[in-house]
């Protein structure tokens, strides 16, 4: 078992920084790729960004790509989502996943073994 606990949420205005945080417990961290997905309200879970194991290879989705910076540091068990220049279609749940899986692209929902409880980014325009 893997248990994630993001970190890092809160209320800000448009054009402002928000850096998301995952904290994972449980196997060893280092051999499993890491994840961001969203919802927004009212919308379906997306993907948003990941990263693999290994050479830690990162994808983003076009929406936040050059905006958003997926990293990790297996000394400390964590995964990060640099978030710059918000924008209000931005605010949803975002949500961290691990798989075992170093997928190439987009991450699939139904791929990812594990899921953490989500944390609320809201961006007032």
């Known amino acids: 078992q893997v248990q994630l606990v993001e970190s890092g949420g809160g209320l800000v205005q448009a054009g402002a920084s928000l850096r998301l945080s995952c904290a994972a417990s449980?196997?060893?961290?280092?051999?499993?790729?890491m994840a961001w997905f969203r919802q927004p309200p009212g919308k379906e879970r997306e993907f948003v960004a990941g990263?693999?194991?290994?050479?830690?290879?990162?994808y983003y989705a076009d929406s936040v790509k050059g905006r958003f910076t997926i990293s990790r540091d297996n000394a400390k068990n964590t995964v990060y989502l640099q978030m710059n220049s918000l924008k209000p279609e931005d605010t949803a749940n975002y949500y961290c996943?691990?798989?075992?899986?170093?997928?190439?692209?987009?991450?699939?929902?139904?791929?990812?073994?594990?899921w953490g409880k989500g944390t609320l980014v809201t961006v007032s325009s």
């Open positions: 990263i693999t194991w290994g050479v830690s290879n990162k």
């Open positions: 449980g196997r060893t961290f280092s051999d499993y790729a």
């Open positions: 996943a691990a798989t075992a899986t170093n997928y190439i692209g987009t991450y699939p929902e139904s791929g990812m073994g594990y």
